[in-house]
């Protein structure tokens, strides 16, 4: 029987939504077929009847595989009317039924409570326990703290246990969400004294609760003039309402205001602009009233002057929209993925997710899926913080990335560039980059730039000596070390950062060429090369090289596939090699299937103790019953796990096409082989690429420290 959760509550306004999502993740780390079931839902909801946002993130972002419609019981109107022809019993009933659909075909359940919200439902605490005892689920509430002192806060998360447990449920644990951050240790202390279960407190957070524009525009019915997605999912944290003349108006802008203004007010339109363009300071957008529409050339310089910035237009006047506005909360949906990453980042922070992991006595799967090991990276990463360098800090990309691994706290960030440059395209894209503060236990990122740093003819001096044998001269290095990969590659030399990830607006070559001259290979280690990890649906496979060496010799392959090795278990692989070939044992001959045979033969006599195939072909490789005919008896035939390719040519290609074919994530490329660890990412690279590729280089960062260590 799977194992399910039940996450309920005790009234509205809870944030209950971040916890749902927190306990989510929680379940895909440790199983391969996890769901979600909604029992009761609002008629009216994402894409129609019977829709609900937080199923419809958590059915997205997890790649869940059962049926949209299986996911949900009744709506609160077929509920109602079932339940007062034929009673509670026949209701819990066909609710039973349907969460055992779901639970047929998982590994895990987790099961999302009424909402308090308009349901009509007699007696809503009472009828959430009862179907998590009909489901057989664990409970766990939570109970919203937002304007509550410390002592109400406890009051209620001990009431809210009591009246759980003595309608019979299993309580997991309880959460108390929403709290004022001044006081969530001491409601934390309080509780670990006071309940016999784990409490976990998790503080309010204003990037939540914070509406944004699509939302607002979504709800007002306003018509989108101008903007682009990045715009529109900017967080509204504050209103602005126009009415002054503009140099007063101007001095009422703060970070992250909605302008609402009438749209006849073209100065205060450009005004607004104008000052988000200079980041003095930038807004979220401009929502213009009275059914106004500025003229087209003034539109035309709004749109110059901030590009991507939404203008929306609404009919009504200030005094309607502003009640319409004034009462809206943001919400966690497909549509707003930072606001995921935020409510995450909060969970795992303040949850012991390894406790409450062992409470609900899940089991970990033995297959990887793609999910798992992206969780895997993450999880690892956190464990012991380390401090990575990112070159491209005005790339969108790189920004959206640094957002996610602060919020998830990964890893320390530094992000080179202009600092007012960085700054400026972040605060357009709606993200924030927090001042470091000193002893703070959450990630931090510095921005600095390597033209202005006082760290620049440190580096100078120091490349100067390193390629003194080139001719290199400090007045030269000065100008070399002022480019950001150089300077990246100075302060992982210098351990000023424990790792680089860069190439999303840079060639590989630019990416590596410092860390050759600077960083080097480990000792004994002939070649710098790569893999990818390959995740297909069922396990995690790797390959190498597929990115840096075009004709590698015998003993360069043999070296490939030692590193590939050891890369696949340090990240959890068990290393099965073999070593690819057009031909397969010794039914084929020739200067590539020697070349191969001769790698075989060398990685055999360097690390015996390594299980090694070559050549072989990839079906045989991969595929038992061809592995039986071509190679039987063999203990990596159609077991590989680790698969070298004979060159440049053949892995990339191969990658790409199992990439593609396949629908496989591939995680890479991963540098081996160099003293310190530097990756390169593809230009055509995404935001969740670059978040493993920062959490990969992090893991190898902590192999570093304990290889030293030793």
């Given at each position: 029987?799977?194992?399910?959760?039940?996450?309920?509550?005790?009234?509205?306004?809870?944030?209950?939504?971040?916890v749902e999502?927190?306990?989510?993740?929680?379940?895909?780390?440790?199983?391969?077929?996890?769901?979600?079931?909604?029992?009761?839902?609002?008629?009216?909801?994402?894409?129609?009847?019977?829709?609900?946002?937080?199923?419809?993130?958590?059915?997205?972002?997890?790649?869940?595989?059962?049926?949209?419609?299986?996911?949900?019981?009744?709506?609160?109107?077929?509920?109602?009317?079932?339940?007062?022809?034929?009673?509670?019993?026949?209701?819990v009933?066909?609710?039973?039924?349907?969460?055992?659909?779901?639970?047929?075909?998982?590994?895990?359940?987790?099961?999302?409570?009424?909402?308090?919200?308009?349901?009509?439902?007699?007696?809503?605490?009472?009828?959430?326990?009862?179907?998590?005892?009909?489901?057989?689920?664990?409970?766990?509430?939570?109970?919203?703290?937002?304007?509550?002192?410390?002592?109400?806060?406890?009051?209620e998360v001990?009431?809210a246990?009591?009246?759980?447990?003595?309608?019979?449920?299993?309580?997991?644990?309880?959460?108390?969400?929403?709290?004022?951050?001044?006081?969530?240790?001491?409601?934390?202390?309080?509780?670990?004294?006071?309940?016999?279960?784990?409490?976990?407190?998790?503080?309010?957070e204003?990037?939540?609760?914070?509406?944004?524009?699509?939302?607002?525009?979504?709800?007002?019915?306003?018509e989108?003039?101008?903007?682009?997605?990045?715009?529109l999912?900017?967080?509204?944290?504050?209103?602005?309402?126009?009415?002054a003349?503009?140099?007063?108006?101007?001095t009422?802008?703060t970070?992250?205001?909605?302008?609402?203004?009438?749209?006849?007010?073209?100065?205060?339109?450009?005004?607004?602009?104008?000052?988000?363009?200079?980041?003095?300071?930038?807004?979220?957008?401009?929502?213009?009233?009275l059914?106004?529409?500025?003229?087209?050339?003034?539109?035309?310089?709004?749109?110059r002057?901030?590009?991507?910035?939404?203008?929306?237009?609404?009919?009504?006047?200030?005094?309607?929209?502003?009640?319409?506005?004034?009462?809206?909360?943001?919400?966690?949906?497909?549509?707003?993925?930072?606001?995921?990453?935020?409510?995450?980042?909060?969970?795992?922070?303040?949850?012991?997710?390894?406790?409450?992991?062992r409470?609900?006595?899940?089991?970990?799967?033995?297959?990887?899926?793609?999910?798992?090991?992206?969780?895997?990276?993450?999880?690892?990463?956190?464990?012991?913080?380390?401090?990575?360098?990112l070159?491209?800090?005005?790339?969108?990309?790189?920004?959206?990335a640094?957002?996610?691994?602060?919020?998830?706290?990964?890893?320390?960030?530094?992000?080179?560039?202009?600092?007012?440059?960085?700054?400026?395209r972040?605060?357009a894209?709606?993200?924030?980059l927090?001042?470091?503060?000193?002893?703070?236990?959450?990630?931090?990122?510095?921005?600095?730039?390597?033209?202005?740093?006082?760290?620049?003819?440190?580096?100078?001096?120091?490349?100067?000596?390193?390629?003194?044998?080139k001719?290199?001269?400090?007045?030269?290095?000065?100008?070399?070390?002022?480019?950001?990969?150089?300077?990246?590659?100075?302060?992982?030399?210098?351990?000023?950062?424990?790792?680089?990830?860069?190439?999303?607006?840079?060639?590989?070559?630019?990416?590596?060429?410092?860390?050759?001259?600077?960083?080097?290979?480990?000792?004994?280690?002939?070649?710098?090369?790569?893999?990818?990890?390959?995740?297909?649906?069922?396990?995690?496979?790797?390959?190498?090289?597929?990115?840096?060496?075009?004709?590698?010799?015998?003993?360069?392959?043999?070296?490939?596939?030692?590193?590939?090795?050891?890369?696949?278990?340090?990240?959890?692989?068990?290393?099965?090699?073999?070593?690819?070939?057009?031909?397969?044992?010794?039914?084929?001959?020739?200067?590539?299937?020697?070349?191969?045979?001769?790698?075989?033969?060398?990685?055999?006599?360097?690390?015996?103790?390594?299980?090694?195939?070559?050549?072989?072909?990839?079906?045989?490789?991969?595929?038992a019953?061809?592995?039986?005919?071509?190679?039987?008896?063999?203990?990596?035939?159609?077991?590989?796990?680790?698969?070298?390719?004979?060159?440049?040519?053949?892995?990339?290609?191969?990658?790409?096409?199992?990439?593609?074919?396949?629908?496989?994530?591939a995680?890479?490329?991963?540098?081996?082989?160099?003293?310190?660890?530097?990756?390169?990412?593809?230009?055509?690279?995404?935001?969740?690429?670059?978040?493993?590729t920062?959490?990969?280089?992090?893991?190898?960062?902590?192999?570093?420290?304990?290889?030293?260590?030793?």
């Amino acid at each position: 029987m799977a194992r399910s959760v039940y996450v309920t509550g005790i009234d509205r306004g809870d944030g209950r939504q971040a916890v749902e999502l927190g306990v989510m993740e929680l379940l895909t780390r440790q199983v391969d077929r996890a769901g979600v079931f909604r029992p009761l839902v609002h008629a009216h909801g994402p894409g129609g009847a019977g829709g609900d946002h937080v199923v419809e993130l958590l059915r997205t972002r997890y790649r869940l595989q059962l049926p949209a419609a299986g996911l949900y019981g009744l709506t609160y109107e077929e509920a109602a009317a079932l339940q007062a022809a034929q009673g509670q019993d026949e209701l819990v009933s066909a609710l039973v039924e349907r969460f055992h659909a779901v639970e047929r075909e998982c590994q895990a359940v987790l099961v999302l409570g009424t909402d308090f919200a308009g349901t009509n439902i007699p007696d809503e605490l009472a009828f959430n326990a009862r179907l998590a005892n009909e489901f057989g689920a664990w409970v766990l509430p939570v109970v919203g703290g937002q304007g509550e002192d410390p002592q109400a806060v406890v009051a209620e998360v001990r009431n809210a246990h009591r009246a759980y447990t003595d309608l019979g449920c299993s309580t997991v644990a309880m959460i108390a969400n929403r709290v004022a951050p001044g006081t969530r240790e001491q409601v934390r202390e309080v509780l670990a004294q006071k309940l016999p279960v784990p409490a976990y407190v998790i503080p309010e957070e204003p990037a939540l609760s914070a509406p944004t524009v699509a939302q607002l525009v979504g709800a007002t019915g306003a018509e989108l003039l101008l903007g682009d997605a990045a715009g529109l999912a900017r967080d509204v944290r504050s209103f602005v309402f126009g009415g002054a003349m503009l140099p007063a108006f101007l001095t009422a802008l703060t970070e992250g205001a909605l302008v609402v203004t009438p749209g006849d007010r073209a100065d205060l339109l450009i005004g607004s602009l104008a000052a988000h363009a200079a980041g003095a300071p930038p807004i979220a957008g401009v929502l213009l009233t009275l059914g106004l529409q500025p003229g087209p050339e003034v539109m035309a310089l709004a749109a110059r002057l901030a590009p991507g910035t939404p203008v929306a237009a609404v009919p009504e006047g200030s005094w309607l929209t502003a009640a319409a506005l004034t009462h809206l909360e943001g919400r966690i949906g497909p549509d707003s993925p930072r606001k995921a990453e935020i409510a995450l980042g909060l969970f795992e922070l303040h949850v012991e997710v390894a406790e409450l992991t062992r409470r609900i006595e899940l089991v970990r799967s033995e297959r990887v899926t793609p999910m798992m090991f992206e969780h895997e990276l993450l999880e690892r990463a956190r464990g012991s913080r380390k401090h990575i360098v990112l070159p491209e800090g005005t790339d969108d990309r790189v920004l959206r990335a640094a957002e996610v691994l602060l919020r998830r706290n990964i890893c320390d960030l530094t992000l080179l560039g202009e600092p007012e440059a960085v700054h400026r395209r972040a605060a357009a894209l709606g993200i924030e980059l927090p001042a470091p503060v000193e002893g703070a236990d959450r990630a931090q990122v510095r921005v600095v730039d390597p033209a202005t740093s006082p760290l620049r003819r440190r580096f100078a001096e120091l490349y100067a000596q390193l390629r003194a044998h080139k001719g290199m001269t400090v007045e030269a290095a000065l100008d070399v070390v002022a480019d950001v990969s150089y300077f990246g590659t100075l302060m992982v030399q210098e351990g000023i950062a424990d790792g680089m990830v860069s190439g999303a607006a840079h060639s590989t070559a630019a990416t590596i060429r410092p860390a050759f001259e600077v960083i080097k290979t480990s000792p004994g280690v002939a070649t710098v090369s790569s893999v990818f990890f390959m995740c297909l649906a069922d396990r995690v496979l790797v390959y190498g090289d597929c990115a840096v060496n075009p004709d590698p010799d015998a003993a360069q392959l043999a070296d490939i596939a030692i590193r590939s090795a050891e890369t696949a278990a340090r990240f959890g692989v068990e290393p099965r090699v073999a070593l690819l070939s057009y031909s397969t044992g010794t039914s084929g001959s020739g200067a590539d299937v020697d070349k191969v045979r001769r790698a075989t033969e060398l990685v055999r006599e360097l690390r015996p103790e390594l299980l090694v195939e070559g050549p072989i072909q990839y079906d045989a490789a991969v595929d038992a019953r061809v592995a039986a005919a071509k190679l039987p008896g063999s203990a990596v035939a159609g077991r590989a796990t680790v698969l070298v390719f004979p060159d440049l040519n053949t892995g990339n290609n191969t990658y790409k096409a199992v990439q593609r074919s396949a629908g496989a994530v591939a995680v890479g490329p991963v540098l081996q082989g160099l003293r310190k660890p530097v990756n390169d990412l593809s230009r055509g690279a995404l935001v969740e690429d670059i978040v493993n590729t920062v959490a990969i280089t992090a893991i190898q960062a902590q192999g570093a420290d304990r290889e030293a260590a030793r």
